[in-house]
């Protein structure tokens, strides 16, 4: 009974999701609700973005507990399958899964006979975490839109720099490499691309952080742009302790007191 507590507001996140229907009113809204809803609790999240056009998440198993709670919305995997095995479960719940590398490609040969899978391609435009090179996102692209197990193909790419000055311009470019004359549905904009580049919010956009109350810019408190925070950490003092000058505290005793000092200890 410790008497630290994490408090979650459902209103606050129904409200920011609120926001980015503001900022982004006409592209549909991927609620990003990975690791636990970043902290959040998955459930108690996915019933406050209940409103989402759709829900991204990196975890089968948590796709999977959605879908059998009676979620109906699109579901994503952000980071597609780890095993072969994984097409079956996909397919009998109607995950979107990402594809970013050629192993996953390879992998959609062994969908079973009447599979149909969304399937979103991840192009790398700079990120340099996954997805596809352009030049090879492009015979990736061709490859799944002939593909027996597609029944539907989005184009997606992730930024890296839409929080700072170098914008998003040189990855768009990279983008419209794959994306060009393609009548394909697209996910590009971030949070931050969804707060600063209305150019890229095209048909889905995927908040994140944004959707917790977090700003994404470092010199953008999150209340200036109307963000409300989900979570609060509440806890109380559970010890005093009187510090002399010269006195120190902590590992290390990094912290020198310069003048008699009262500390307090939280839980």
């Avoid at 990975?34 to 998440?57: F, T, V």
């Avoid at 352009?134 to 890296?160: G, Q």
């Amino acid at each position: 009974m410790r008497p630290i507590k994490a408090l979650i507001s459902s209103a606050a996140l129904r409200h920011n999701l609120g926001v980015v229907r503001q900022c982004a009113p006409r592209s549909r809204v991927f609620a990003v609700i990975k690791a636990n809803a970043y902290g959040h609790g998955l459930m108690r999240a996915a019933r406050a973005l209940e409103s989402a056009d759709g829900i991204a998440l990196l975890e089968i198993d948590a796709a999977v507990r959605l879908r059998e709670s009676g979620h109906a919305r699109r579901l994503a995997l952000l980071e597609g399958l780890f095993e072969a095995t994984e097409l079956e479960i996909a397919a009998r719940y109607d995950l979107t899964i990402a594809v970013h590398n050629a192993e996953q490609l390879r992998m959609l040969d062994h969908a079973p006979a009447n599979a149909r899978l969304d399937v979103m391609l991840k192009v790398n435009t700079g990120m340099n975490r996954l997805g596809f090179e352009p030049r090879d996102a492009i015979k990736a692209r061709d490859a799944l839109a002939s593909h027996r197990a597609v029944k539907k193909l989005t184009l997606m790419t992730h930024f890296a720099t839409a929080d700072d000055a170098r914008g998003v311009a040189w990855q768009m470019e990279a983008f419209e490499i794959v994306a060009a004359g393609q009548a394909l549905e697209r996910s590009v904009a971030n949070s931050a691309a969804i707060l600063r580049y209305p150019h890229t919010h095209a048909d889905w956009v995927g908040p994140g952080i944004m959707l917790y109350g977090c700003t994404p810019f470092a010199d953008t408190p999150a209340a200036q742009l109307g963000l409300e925070p989900a979570m609060t950490l509440a806890s109380e003092i559970i010890s005093v302790q009187g510090v002399r000058p010269g006195g120190r505290i902590g590992y290390a005793g990094t912290f020198e007191a310069t003048q008699p000092l009262r500390v307090g200890a939280v839980a």
